[in-house]
T-cell receptor
């Protein structure tokens, strides 16, 4: 089985621009979560999508948004980029379906490293 | 906010030695998962332990969980230079708002 695929691997953007990152989960997985990793804040939860619906959202401003398609592929978008948005963005795929099936592993992709200049 | 806190922040050992990393957390959990990360790349899943389990093994890895103390430990036996990486614990909790909450990680250096 192919793993979680994130594209692109690297991005350089200018302040004020917007960016879209893509994540293809493991085949059969319908839950996709996004995390931001920075040296200062560590790994922080952005949001989770399941069956094209946002199921949970972290404490990030509205500039951060996402969506999920019928094939479970997910995209996240950051608008009006700020220097502080420079980070490694990681996508996780899971076979988790609901709260009662919480004990499933989350598998991560290689990440997209975003640099805002 | 970070739920898991790893200890120590950095650990340097010689090849062949055992490495032990600890993780503490604050709230009740469904499970705790350990991950490895090499040089800012993706996270590699190592092991998941459920809240009703006390110990799990996978190859050279041994994980323990003490829910009364809200702590977990990861033991890597007979370490190799290739084990050099950052190790993170992540607690899974939240029911319908389930998410993983990560600690800041332990940087393990295994010297050949």
């Amino acid at each position: 089985k192919a793993g979680v695929t994130q594209t692109p691997r690297y991005l350089i953007k200018t302040r004020g621009q917007q960016v879209t990152l893509s994540c293809s989960p493991i085949s059969g997985h319908r839950s996709v979560s996004w995390y931001q990793q920075t040296p200062g804040q560590g790994l922080q939860f952005l949001f989770e999508y399941f069956s094209e619906t946002q199921r949970n959202k972290g404490n990030f401003p509205g500039r951060f948004s996402g969506r999920q398609f019928s094939n479970s592929r997910s995209e996240m978008n950051v608008s009006t980029l700020e220097l502080g948005d420079s980070a490694l963005y990681l996508c996780a795929s899971s076979s988790r379906t609901g709260g009662y099936s919480a004990n499933t592993e989350a598998f991560f992709g290689q990440g997209t490293r975003l640099t805002v200049v | 906010s970070q739920q898991g806190e790893e200890d120590p922040q950095a650990l340097s050992i010689q090849e062949g030695e055992n490495a032990t990393m600890n993780c503490s957390y604050k709230t009740s959990i469904n499970n705790l998962q350990w991950y490895r990360q090499n040089s800012g790349r993706g996270l590699v899943h190592l092991i998941l332990i459920r809240s009703n389990e006390r110990e799990k093994h996978s190859g050279r890895l041994r994980v323990t969980l003490d829910t009364s103390k809200k702590s977990s430990s990861l033991l890597i036996t007979a370490s190799r230079a290739a084990d050099t990486a950052s190790y993170f614990c992540a607690t899974g909790s939240g029911g319908s708002n389930y998410k993983l909450t990560f600690g800041k990680g332990t940087l393990l250096t295994v010297n050949p």
